[in-house]
């Protein structure tokens, strides 16, 4: 069972930086890419970044130059990250990893599969 675990959420003034992390045991984001997503309060959920199985990274043009997703796998621990920097208070929200279903030896699922629990992320002003 695939099972993604975000940490590393929290209270930051604007301007401020966090980085966000998620653990997936046993998977390979080369293989499948995964993606941040983030919802507000009243709004829905919304894809903040991802990876795709080729390398190819995308963001949000709200958040674009000021987060950066990123991935290794140090002694078999799989984690992404989202780097978030210059914080505003509309990036408060619950944020969420996901990634795909790896799908036989080579193939992926196209949607996003497996979510983690999210991780309240809190700009203030």
């Known amino acids: 069972q695939v099972q993604p675990a975000e940490s590393g959420g929290g209270s930051v003034q604007a301007g401020g930086s966090l980085k966000l992390s998620c653990a997936v045991p046993g998977y390979i984001f080369s293989r499948c890419g995964m993606g941040w997503y983030r919802q507000a309060p009243g709004k829905e959920r919304e894809l903040v970044s991802s990876?795709?199985?080729?390398?190819?990274?995308?963001?949000a043009a709200s958040v674009e130059g000021r987060f950066t997703i990123s991935h290794s796998h140090d002694n078999g621990r799989a984690i992404a990250y989202l780097q978030m920097n210059s914080l505003k208070t509309e990036d408060t929200a619950v944020y969420y990893c996901a990634v795909r279903r790896p799908i036989g030896q080579t193939s992926c699922s196209s949607e996003f599969a497996h979510w983690g629990q999210g991780t309240q992320v809190t700009v203030s002003s």
């Open positions: 990876t795709s199985r080729d390398g190819t990274t995308a963001y």
